[in-house]
């Protein structure tokens, strides 16, 4: 009688789980998720081809490259436009009429955001791994989540100061675009959000671009940590949102 019980208690919260991951993935992505996942797949299609026809002896800092974009095209949407979804969608009011259930379901958003972007980097990975070259999958998708991470939590916490999905989309785009000004000048050291692991540079000795490696991607996980804690405290101000 208690083993029916407790298996009657799993199934439906198994039941109350996956209904609210379908429920919020429907409000992150607003019914758009495929047309993103088919965009950053003919991304990643088109620059492959483009690096087998015009790049003879690529190697895995190619991959990583190509790979980059579809990473920032998946993470792009929910994250710019979350907000904006929740107060079209008249969200915004209920979430900020329970004390502190907005923290809690915007943690499980970008959650379920970026674990679903790492699954979706992965297979891509797998495609390029049979299709370009051989090379360590998991590792290359690990890698690839460190920007990704530090992008979307940045374009998170512009969302809660913007308060408008076009908005943060034009300003996310001009912080972009400088940041791959100062990736020209930060190029071989820590501080370039831009970095790859696998581009070793010329003359430099592997250990030290490996220590190079570790501390960008710790300094890319505090700073991803500062925008989240940043986006979760700018969610305190009601009035701002609730205009």
């Known amino acids: 009688m208690d083993n029916a019980i407790w298996k009657s208690k799993l199934k439906n919260r198994t039941d109350l789980v996956l209904k609210m991951a ?3 993935l429907k409000i992150i992505f607003a019914g758009r998720f495929v047309w993103f996942v088919l965009a950053s797949l003919v991304f990643y299609l088109l620059l492959s081809i483009n690096l087998v026809f015009n790049t003879p002896a690529f190697n895995s800092s190619h991959v990583y490259y ?3 974009v579809p990473g920032i095209l998946l993470i792009f949407y929910p994250t710019v436009f979350g907000i904006q979804n929740d107060a079209d969608s008249r969200i915004l009011e209920i979430l900020f009429g329970i004390p502190d259930y907005r923290y809690k379901i915007w943690l499980i958003r970008l959650f379920m955001i970026f674990l679903l972007t790492w699954a979706i980097l992965y297979v891509f990975c797998w495609i390029g791994y049979f299709a370009l070259i051989p090379y360590p999958v998991f590792d290359m998708s ?5 920007p990704v991470f530090f992008l979307g939590c940045l374009s998170f916490l512009v969302s809660t100061m913007v ?7 034009v300003v996310m785009i001009i912080i972009g675009v400088a940041l791959l000004f100062m990736g020209e000048v930060l190029d071989r050291t820590q501080w370039n959000i831009f970095h790859n692991p696998y581009d070793i540079p010329n003359r ?3 250990m030290v671009w490996a220590q190079i490696s570790q501390k960008n991607r710790i300094f890319l996980s505090i700073g991803s940590i500062v925008f989240l804690l940043g986006g979760l ?3 305190q101000r009601r009035e701002k949102f609730l205009k």
């Open 142 to 146: 690990f890698q690839l989540m460190f």
């Open 233 to 235: 405290t700018n969610l």
């Open 22 to 24: 379908k429920y919020n």
């Open 204 to 206: 430099m000795n592997e």
């Open 163 to 169: 308060k408008n999905g076009n908005g943060t989309a």
């Open 66 to 68: 190509i790979l980059f």
